[in-house]
Protein backbone atom coordinates (compact mmCIF):
# COMPACT_ATOMS: atom_id res chain seq x y z
CA UNK A 1 0.00 0.00 0.00
CA UNK A 2 0.97 3.65 -0.53
CA UNK A 3 1.31 5.55 2.08
CA UNK A 4 -0.71 8.60 2.22
CA UNK A 5 1.26 11.31 2.06
CA UNK A 6 0.70 14.31 4.85
CA UNK A 7 -2.08 16.67 4.52
CA UNK A 8 0.40 19.74 4.54
CA UNK A 9 4.70 18.83 3.78
CA UNK A 10 6.82 22.12 3.88
CA UNK A 11 10.19 22.09 3.22
CA UNK A 12 12.64 25.24 3.11
CA UNK A 13 10.05 27.39 3.20
CA UNK A 14 11.37 30.78 1.95
CA UNK A 15 9.77 34.39 1.17
CA UNK A 16 11.13 37.60 1.15
CA UNK A 17 9.09 41.27 0.40
CA UNK A 18 11.73 43.90 -1.55
CA UNK A 19 14.78 43.43 1.03
CA UNK A 20 12.70 42.07 4.34
CA UNK A 21 12.46 38.53 4.27
CA UNK A 22 9.29 37.13 5.89
CA UNK A 23 9.77 33.40 5.59
CA UNK A 24 13.31 32.29 5.99
CA UNK A 25 12.92 28.33 5.76
CA UNK A 26 10.47 27.37 6.99
CA UNK A 27 9.52 23.57 7.62
CA UNK A 28 6.53 21.56 9.09
CA UNK A 29 4.39 18.67 8.53
CA UNK A 30 0.50 18.69 9.31
CA UNK A 31 -0.64 15.00 9.34
CA UNK A 32 -4.12 14.19 7.81
CA UNK A 33 -7.18 15.10 10.06
CA UNK A 34 -5.23 17.49 13.00
CA UNK A 35 -6.42 20.66 13.89
CA UNK A 36 -2.84 22.26 13.47
CA UNK A 37 -2.61 25.96 14.77
CA UNK A 38 0.43 28.62 13.72
CA UNK A 39 1.23 30.97 16.35
CA UNK A 40 3.19 33.95 15.92
CA UNK A 41 3.33 38.03 16.48
CA UNK A 42 2.10 40.67 13.91
CA UNK A 43 3.71 40.55 10.78
CA UNK A 44 5.38 37.49 11.84
CA UNK A 45 4.41 35.69 8.37
CA UNK A 46 1.73 33.98 9.15
CA UNK A 47 -0.73 35.34 6.50
CA UNK A 48 2.02 35.07 4.28
CA UNK A 49 2.37 31.29 4.89
CA UNK A 50 -1.36 30.87 4.66
CA UNK A 51 -1.00 32.51 0.86
CA UNK A 52 1.48 30.18 -0.43
CA UNK A 53 -0.30 26.91 0.97
CA UNK A 54 -3.73 28.34 -0.58
CA UNK A 55 -1.73 28.92 -3.64
CA UNK A 56 -2.40 32.82 -3.64
CA UNK A 57 1.56 33.55 -3.71
CA UNK A 58 4.44 32.25 -4.77
CA UNK A 59 7.24 30.82 -2.80
CA UNK A 60 10.68 32.03 -3.39
CA UNK A 61 12.46 28.55 -2.25
CA UNK A 62 11.36 25.11 -0.99
CA UNK A 63 8.51 23.54 -1.41
CA UNK A 64 5.33 23.05 -0.15
CA UNK A 65 2.56 19.96 -0.61
CA UNK A 66 -0.85 20.48 0.08
CA UNK A 67 -3.04 17.72 0.35
CA UNK A 68 -0.13 15.36 -1.66
CA UNK A 69 0.02 18.07 -3.99
CA UNK A 70 2.85 20.61 -4.72
CA UNK A 71 1.34 24.55 -4.73
CA UNK A 72 3.97 25.58 -7.21
CA UNK A 73 3.03 22.34 -9.83
CA UNK A 74 -0.30 21.40 -9.04
CA UNK A 75 -1.81 24.68 -7.92
CA UNK A 76 -5.56 23.65 -9.21
CA UNK A 77 -5.15 20.40 -8.08
CA UNK A 78 -4.68 21.83 -4.62
CA UNK A 79 -7.51 23.97 -5.11
CA UNK A 80 -9.82 22.07 -5.59
CA UNK A 81 -9.26 20.50 -2.47
CA UNK A 82 -9.08 23.34 0.05
CA UNK A 83 -11.14 25.96 1.71
CA UNK A 84 -10.00 29.24 2.85
CA UNK A 85 -11.40 32.13 5.18
CA UNK A 86 -8.92 34.61 5.40
CA UNK A 87 -8.13 37.98 7.30
CA UNK A 88 -10.39 40.34 4.99
CA UNK A 89 -13.90 38.89 4.59
CA UNK A 90 -14.63 37.89 0.60
CA UNK A 91 -18.27 37.90 1.07
CA UNK A 92 -20.57 40.34 -1.37
CA UNK A 93 -22.14 43.49 0.45
CA UNK A 94 -24.45 43.90 -2.49
CA UNK A 95 -25.98 40.52 -1.50
CA UNK A 96 -28.24 38.97 1.52
CA UNK A 97 -26.52 36.21 3.19
CA UNK A 98 -28.57 33.37 1.78
CA UNK A 99 -27.52 34.79 -1.92
CA UNK A 100 -23.85 34.63 -0.58
CA UNK A 101 -23.71 31.03 0.54
CA UNK A 102 -25.88 29.76 -2.37
CA UNK A 103 -23.93 31.39 -4.92
CA UNK A 104 -20.86 29.74 -3.58
CA UNK A 105 -22.64 26.47 -3.37
CA UNK A 106 -23.81 27.13 -6.94
CA UNK A 107 -19.96 27.45 -8.35
CA UNK A 108 -18.98 24.69 -5.84
CA UNK A 109 -21.10 21.98 -7.84
CA UNK A 110 -23.83 21.77 -5.67
CA UNK A 111 -27.74 21.27 -6.91
CA UNK A 112 -29.43 24.87 -6.45
CA UNK A 113 -31.59 22.82 -3.78
CA UNK A 114 -28.40 20.90 -1.90
CA UNK A 115 -27.24 24.77 -1.86
CA UNK A 116 -30.44 26.51 -0.78
CA UNK A 117 -30.32 23.57 2.35
CA UNK A 118 -26.77 24.13 3.00
CA UNK A 119 -26.83 27.37 3.14
CA UNK A 120 -30.16 27.32 6.01
CA UNK A 121 -27.66 24.83 7.52
CA UNK A 122 -25.21 27.34 7.61
CA UNK A 123 -27.06 30.53 9.03
CA UNK A 124 -28.41 28.66 11.38
CA UNK A 125 -25.33 27.04 13.17
CA UNK A 126 -23.36 30.36 12.61
CA UNK A 127 -26.48 32.53 14.44
CA UNK A 128 -27.10 34.20 11.28
CA UNK A 129 -30.74 33.34 10.59
CA UNK A 130 -32.80 36.36 11.20
CA UNK A 131 -30.44 37.88 9.09
CA UNK A 132 -30.19 35.70 6.47
CA UNK A 133 -32.10 37.82 3.92
CA UNK A 134 -31.01 41.49 4.61
CA UNK A 135 -28.07 42.66 2.70
CA UNK A 136 -24.59 41.73 3.87
CA UNK A 137 -23.56 45.75 3.30
CA UNK A 138 -26.04 46.19 7.03
CA UNK A 139 -24.04 43.10 8.81
CA UNK A 140 -22.08 44.33 11.78
CA UNK A 141 -17.86 43.27 11.87
CA UNK A 142 -19.16 39.92 13.77
CA UNK A 143 -22.18 38.97 11.95
CA UNK A 144 -19.37 39.06 8.90
CA UNK A 145 -16.65 37.45 10.39
CA UNK A 146 -19.29 34.55 10.84
CA UNK A 147 -20.38 34.66 7.39
CA UNK A 148 -17.13 34.56 6.15
CA UNK A 149 -16.23 31.37 8.05
CA UNK A 150 -19.78 29.61 7.04
CA UNK A 151 -19.02 30.08 3.62
CA UNK A 152 -15.52 28.70 4.26
CA UNK A 153 -17.56 25.40 5.15
CA UNK A 154 -20.19 25.12 1.95
CA UNK A 155 -18.72 21.98 0.81
CA UNK A 156 -16.37 20.27 2.97
CA UNK A 157 -12.32 20.21 1.59
CA UNK A 158 -9.89 18.35 2.66
CA UNK A 159 -7.89 20.61 3.97
CA UNK A 160 -9.36 24.09 5.81
CA UNK A 161 -7.56 27.07 5.98
CA UNK A 162 -8.71 29.44 8.53
CA UNK A 163 -6.84 32.82 9.02
CA UNK A 164 -7.65 34.13 12.57
CA UNK A 165 -10.65 32.69 12.65
CA UNK A 166 -12.07 34.58 15.59
CA UNK A 167 -10.62 37.79 15.47
CA UNK A 168 -13.54 39.97 16.23
CA UNK A 169 -16.13 37.55 16.81
CA UNK A 170 -17.38 37.69 20.27
CA UNK A 171 -16.74 35.09 22.92
CA UNK A 172 -20.38 33.04 23.03
CA UNK A 173 -19.54 32.96 19.06
CA UNK A 174 -15.65 31.63 19.43
CA UNK A 175 -16.75 28.62 21.56
CA UNK A 176 -19.65 28.27 18.98
CA UNK A 177 -17.35 27.95 16.01
CA UNK A 178 -14.86 25.53 18.16
CA UNK A 179 -17.40 23.72 18.08
CA UNK A 180 -17.38 23.63 14.58
CA UNK A 181 -14.31 23.25 13.55
CA UNK A 182 -14.15 19.83 15.49
CA UNK A 183 -16.80 18.10 13.94
CA UNK A 184 -14.99 19.23 10.57
CA UNK A 185 -11.89 17.85 12.38
CA UNK A 186 -13.60 14.37 13.47
CA UNK A 187 -15.13 13.82 10.06
CA UNK A 188 -11.89 13.78 8.82
CA UNK A 189 -10.63 17.44 7.58
CA UNK A 190 -7.39 18.49 8.46
CA UNK A 191 -7.52 22.19 10.10
CA UNK A 192 -4.67 24.90 9.72
CA UNK A 193 -5.25 27.76 11.88
CA UNK A 194 -3.59 30.86 12.78
CA UNK A 195 -4.74 32.51 15.92
CA UNK A 196 -3.54 35.15 18.08
CA UNK A 197 -5.88 33.87 20.76
CA UNK A 198 -3.36 31.57 22.85
CA UNK A 199 -6.43 30.05 24.41
CA UNK A 200 -7.74 29.07 21.23
CA UNK A 201 -4.72 27.41 20.40
CA UNK A 202 -4.77 25.45 23.26
CA UNK A 203 -8.83 24.19 23.38
CA UNK A 204 -8.85 23.78 19.68
CA UNK A 205 -5.12 22.46 18.61
CA UNK A 206 -3.44 18.97 18.50
CA UNK A 207 -0.49 20.70 17.62
CA UNK A 208 0.72 24.09 17.90
CA UNK A 209 3.79 25.69 16.28
CA UNK A 210 5.72 28.96 16.73
CA UNK A 211 6.76 31.19 14.11
CA UNK A 212 9.16 33.83 14.98
CA UNK A 213 12.29 35.12 12.44
CA UNK A 214 10.74 33.46 9.51
CA UNK A 215 11.22 29.82 10.72
CA UNK A 216 9.16 27.42 13.04
CA UNK A 217 10.67 27.66 16.64
CA UNK A 218 8.61 25.17 18.40
CA UNK A 219 6.39 22.57 17.75
CA UNK A 220 4.64 20.41 20.06
CA UNK A 221 1.26 19.46 21.36
CA UNK A 222 0.03 22.52 23.63
CA UNK A 223 1.05 20.34 26.75
CA UNK A 224 4.40 19.42 25.60
CA UNK A 225 5.09 23.17 24.69
CA UNK A 226 4.00 24.13 28.16
CA UNK A 227 6.17 22.01 30.05
CA UNK A 228 9.14 23.86 27.37
CA UNK A 229 8.68 27.01 30.01
CA UNK A 230 9.62 24.94 32.76
CA UNK A 231 6.65 24.59 35.41
CA UNK A 232 4.96 26.50 38.00
CA UNK A 233 5.74 30.16 38.98
CA UNK A 234 5.36 31.06 42.26
CA UNK A 235 3.76 34.56 42.33
CA UNK A 236 3.83 37.56 44.96
CA UNK A 237 0.72 39.95 44.78
CA UNK A 238 0.82 43.35 47.49
CA UNK A 239 -2.58 44.48 48.95
CA UNK A 240 -3.53 46.12 46.32
CA UNK A 241 -3.48 42.95 44.03
CA UNK A 242 -0.57 44.21 42.03
CA UNK A 243 2.14 41.62 40.96
CA UNK A 244 5.16 42.42 43.50
CA UNK A 245 7.52 39.26 42.10
CA UNK A 246 7.22 36.00 40.40
CA UNK A 247 9.66 32.91 40.39
CA UNK A 248 9.52 30.14 38.14
CA UNK A 249 10.22 26.69 40.13
CA UNK A 250 11.28 22.96 38.67
CA UNK A 251 7.87 21.71 39.88
CA UNK A 252 10.20 19.75 42.97
CA UNK A 253 9.00 20.33 46.68
CA UNK A 254 12.51 21.96 47.14
CA UNK A 255 12.09 23.80 44.61
CA UNK A 256 9.25 25.46 45.62
CA UNK A 257 10.46 25.89 49.28
CA UNK A 258 13.21 28.06 47.77
CA UNK A 259 11.19 29.67 45.24
CA UNK A 260 8.99 30.91 48.33
CA UNK A 261 11.83 31.50 50.59
CA UNK A 262 13.41 33.74 47.83
CA UNK A 263 10.16 35.37 46.86
CA UNK A 264 10.24 37.86 50.91
CA UNK A 265 6.79 37.98 51.24
CA UNK A 266 8.10 39.49 54.57
CA UNK A 267 8.73 42.43 53.41
CA UNK A 268 5.33 43.11 51.88
CA UNK A 269 2.15 44.37 53.72
CA UNK A 270 -0.48 41.74 53.14
CA UNK A 271 1.22 39.83 50.93
CA UNK A 272 -0.53 37.03 48.81
CA UNK A 273 1.54 33.80 47.63
CA UNK A 274 -0.32 32.09 44.76
CA UNK A 275 1.21 29.00 42.35
CA UNK A 276 0.76 29.72 38.51
CA UNK A 277 0.88 27.03 36.15
CA UNK A 278 2.47 27.71 32.63
CA UNK A 279 -0.04 28.86 29.83
CA UNK A 280 0.71 29.19 25.84
CA UNK A 281 1.09 32.90 26.78
CA UNK A 282 4.51 31.83 28.48
CA UNK A 283 5.39 29.72 26.10
CA UNK A 284 5.03 32.45 23.47
CA UNK A 285 6.48 35.17 25.44
CA UNK A 286 9.70 33.36 26.19
CA UNK A 287 10.30 31.65 22.25
CA UNK A 288 9.67 35.27 20.51
CA UNK A 289 12.08 36.82 23.13
CA UNK A 290 8.85 39.46 24.46
CA UNK A 291 10.89 41.54 27.28
CA UNK A 292 7.94 40.53 28.97
CA UNK A 293 8.75 37.09 28.95
CA UNK A 294 8.41 35.52 32.77
CA UNK A 295 10.62 32.41 31.90
CA UNK A 296 14.17 31.51 30.67
CA UNK A 297 14.02 31.08 27.28
CA UNK A 298 14.56 27.32 26.53
CA UNK A 299 17.10 26.40 23.98
CA UNK A 300 15.82 26.08 20.23
CA UNK A 301 17.53 22.92 20.62
CA UNK A 302 15.22 21.39 22.77
CA UNK A 303 11.70 23.06 20.97
CA UNK A 304 13.43 21.73 17.55
CA UNK A 305 13.18 18.47 19.38
CA UNK A 306 9.70 18.35 19.68
CA UNK A 307 9.06 18.61 16.36
N1 LIG B 1 2.44 41.90 -0.52
C1 LIG B 1 3.32 42.34 0.35
N2 LIG B 1 4.25 43.26 0.03
C2 LIG B 1 5.17 43.69 0.91
N3 LIG B 1 5.26 43.26 2.18
C3 LIG B 1 4.37 42.34 2.57
C4 LIG B 1 3.37 41.82 1.70
N4 LIG B 1 2.64 40.91 2.38
C5 LIG B 1 3.17 40.86 3.61
N5 LIG B 1 4.21 41.72 3.74
C6 LIG B 1 5.04 41.89 4.94
O1 LIG B 1 5.43 40.61 5.38
C7 LIG B 1 5.44 40.54 6.79
C8 LIG B 1 4.56 39.37 7.23
O2 LIG B 1 3.21 39.68 6.94
P1 LIG B 1 2.02 38.67 7.27
O3 LIG B 1 0.78 39.34 6.82
O4 LIG B 1 2.33 37.34 6.69
O5 LIG B 1 2.10 38.59 8.85
P2 LIG B 1 1.07 37.97 9.89
O6 LIG B 1 1.86 37.05 10.76
O7 LIG B 1 -0.09 37.40 9.18
O8 LIG B 1 0.64 39.23 10.74
P3 LIG B 1 -0.77 39.61 11.46
O9 LIG B 1 -0.75 38.92 12.78
O10 LIG B 1 -0.69 41.08 11.61
O11 LIG B 1 -1.89 39.16 10.56
C9 LIG B 1 4.98 41.88 7.29
O12 LIG B 1 6.12 42.62 7.62
C10 LIG B 1 4.26 42.48 6.10
O13 LIG B 1 4.37 43.88 6.12
MG1 LIG C 1 -2.08 37.81 9.19
Given amino acids: ?125 FALRDAATRRVGTYSGGMRRRLDLALSFVVVPEVLFLD ?21 SDAGTTVFLTTQYLEEADQLADRVAVLDGGRIVATGTPAELKSLVGSDTVVLTGADGAVVREIATDGSVAGLRAAIAELGADEVPDAEVTLRRPTLDDVFLSLTGSPDAAAPAPALDTAKELA
Fill in 1 to 125: MIPTPPAIDVRGLGKSFGHSVVLDGLDLTVPRGEIFALLGANGAGKTTTISILTTLQRPDRGSAAVAGFDVAAAPDAVRQRIALTGQSAAVDDTLTGTENLVMLGRLSGLSPRRARARAAELLER
Fill in 164 to 184: EPTTGVDPRSRRDLWEVIRSL
